[in-house]
Nanobody
Framework: VQLQACGGGLVQPGGSMRLSCAASRSISSFIMGWYRQAPGKERELVAR???????DYVDSVKGRFSISRDKAQRTSYLQMNGLKPEDTAVYYC?????????WGQGTLVTVSS
């Protein structure tokens, strides 16, 4: 499975941005997730969505970020609202199922005035 992430860039604090991650084939039975890695920090899980639609979020983004997947089960989205400077990081999309684990190339999100 190949993943193509899009949507990063520069945004002002309080702004919004949507990231997308397109898979090369249907991944309906995979968990789709978004991770991020800030400079000098470890990569962390931001949000994930199970095949059935249940979602999990890291506490720091709850109420601000929303993860979804399209009906064709090939694209995941991360809608980010109320962005803060501490959200600045390289964001990576991920899909996983059992021992299968695939990563996108990462997209930089910079939150700054």
């Amino acid at each position: 499975v190949q993943l193509q992430a899009c949507g990063g860039g520069l945004v002002q604090p309080g702004g919004s941005m949507r990231l997308s991650c397109a898979a090369s084939r249907s991944i309906s039975s995979f968990i789709m997730g978004w991770y991020r890695q800030a400079p000098g920090k470890e990569r962390e899980l931001v949000a994930r969505i199970a095949p059935g639609g249940s979602t999990d979020y890291v506490d720091s983004v709850k109420g601000r970020f929303s993860i979804s997947r399209d009906k064709a089960q090939r694209t995941s989205y991360l809608q980010m609202n109320g962005l803060k400077p501490e959200d600045t990081a390289v964001y990576y999309c991920n899909v996983g199922r059992g021992y299968q684990n695939y990563w996108g190339q990462g997209t930089l999100v910079t939150v700054s005035s």
